[in-house]
Nanobody
Framework: QVQLVESGGGLVQAGGSLRLSCGSS????????VGWFRQAPGKEREFVAA????????PYADSVKGRFTISRDNAKNTVYLQMNSLKPEDTAVYYC??????????????????WGQGTQVTVSS
């Protein structure tokens, strides 16, 4: 049974940092594109960042470019999302997802086969 598990969320003040982790059991991450998505209260879930199987391609949403960094350690079967200069508008539940998709389509949620349960990130002003 495939399971993705996010960790690292929490409460942080504006301007602070958090690092989210996404681990997997039952799935070898190295064969998959892994993406991070988020859903704020009352809003639809949106793309945040993705990383190709090798880590060489990392598209980001415009709203997080320059502040967030996605990376992966295939040996540890883990993908990270380093979030710096956090803003109150970054408050959301953050989900990681894995799929086999062309990098150009990594922004689309329907391209991902496996999803975690999410981790809450709250940024106070």
């Amino acid at each position: 049974q495939v399971q993705l598990v996010e960790s690292g969320g929490g409460l942080v003040q504006a301007g602070g940092s958090l690092r989210l982790s996404c681990g997997s059991s039952g799935l070898t991450f190295s064969g998959y594109v892994v993406g991070w998505f988020r859903q704020a209260p009352g809003k639809e879930r949106e793309f945040v960042a993705a990383i190709s199987q090798s880590g060489g391609r990392t598209p980001y949403a415009d709203s997080v470019k320059g502040r967030f960094t996605i990376s992966r350690d295939n040996a540890k079967n883990t993908v990270y999302l380093q979030m710096n200069s956090l803003k109150p508008e970054d408050t959301a539940v953050y989900y990681c997802a894995a799929g086999v998709t062309a990098q150009a389509e990594a922004v689309y949620q329907y391209k991902y086969n496996y999803w975690g349960q999410g981790t809450q990130v709250t940024v106070s002003s």
